[in-house]
């Protein structure tokens, strides 16, 4: 089957590798922005030019390239604290901070806060467009995620189809009068399995990267609990979450939510099913708004969700490959 001349297994592939670079490139991009918030230092750069990129989301340090993943960017100048003037073209920003900058259509040359690191080729963050820019990277990573593994899976049946179509020429006509069959009750396990492991996965080890960030450098605060709920599963058991809000060192004021709880805790905060208790201490991370508060009353609860999401993680990653073999056995023998 071809598309435009092209096969679709030829187009999986490339759209796979594309995908593939621009993951690098995302997680090139999210590297550089938590590096400069750990180790890097306050200053002042001045904004010296704009840009809008669409057809070529690339630039060059140098030798270096570097992923533009947002629509707009900004030229910076700043002098570092080794005295040295440094400049950077083709910062990345996001919509809401670059509306923050114009005047009409124009944009204002004025200074901005960064935090950055003193070497070559650094790339520094603008300090109070981070979180909106790591927001931004874990949305588009996760759908960038999701096309590839698509069209890599659709490259390698290609390329198992194509494999077993030529072995069966070569072995007789009787294999060559075999087609290939993939048992339909085992793809769909296999899938779901797999499928289950990697966003089991991608939530369980953000959820502990963003724990083990918080207890490094987390901003604890008195946040407002907004609601409590209760949901009765299908094995009868009872789970409970709130919505919490609160305001962060800007002033802006952040919501969160639901976000579930320990039934101990759950007792603790609510009296008859109503809630009682309206405030709580917890944790959050002041660059990334994205990230799930730690509730610190209840902090081992959270832990304990995070090993639990590693576990099923491995146990539907077995699962799936075990089916996968099963299902590539069972349309080989088909």
Not at 48 to 57: D, I, L, W, Y
Not at 103 to 125: C, H, N, Q, S, Y
Request: charged letters at 20%; hydrophobic letters at 45%.
């Amino acid at each position: 089957m071809t598309v435009g001349g092209w096969k679709i297994s030829e187009f999986a592939a490339v759209a796979a590798f594309a995908g593939l670079v621009v993951l690098v490139g995302l997680w090139d991009n999210e590297r550089t922005i938590r590096r400069n918030l750990d180790v890097g230092y306050d200053t002042s750069a001045m904004v010296t030019g704009a840009n809008e990129q669409h057809r070529a989301p690339l630039a060059f340090d140098g030798l270096r390239p570097r992923f533009l993943d947002d629509t707009y960017s900004l030229d910076l100048s700043w002098r570092g604290r080794d005295g040295i003037e440094r400049t950077r073209l083709n910062v990345p920003v996001s919509d809401e901070y670059m509306a923050s900058l114009m005047v009409g259509d124009k944009v204002r040359l004025v200074p901005v806060p960064i935090k950055v690191v003193d070497e070559d080729g650094a790339v520094p963050t603008i300090a109070p467009d981070a979180a909106a820019r790591l927001a931004h990277l874990a949305g588009f990573a996760t759908w960038a995620g999701w096309g590839t593994a698509i069209a890599a899976f659709v490259f390698v049946v290609g390329l198992g189809g194509r494999w077993w179509r030529h072995r069966s020429a070569a072995t007789g006509s009787d294999l060559a009068s075999a087609t290939w069959h993939i048992p339909p009750r085992l793809g769909v396990l296999t899938i779901f399995c797999l499928g289950a492991a990697g966003m089991t996965g991608y939530y369980s080890f953000r959820d502990s990267w963003d724990a083990e960030a918080m207890r490094a450098r987390g901003h604890d605060v008195t946040a407002a609990i907004t609601g409590f709920h209760s949901t009765v599963g299908s094995d009868h058991t009872v789970s409970y979450a709130i919505d919490l809000a609160w305001r962060d060192g800007s002033g802006a004021e952040r919501h969160f939510g639901p976000t579930h709880i320990s039934d101990a805790y759950a007792r603790r905060i609510t009296a008859n099913g109503a809630l009682t208790t309206k405030q709580t201490t917890i944790r959050y991370l002041e660059e990334d708004a994205s990230a799930r508060p730690m509730i610190m009353a209840d902090a081992v609860e959270q832990a304990r969700q995070n090993q639990i999401g590693r576990v099923m993680t491995g146990v539907f990653g077995v699962v799936g490959i075990a089916f996968a073999a099963a299902t590539l056995w069972r349309a080989r023998r088909t």
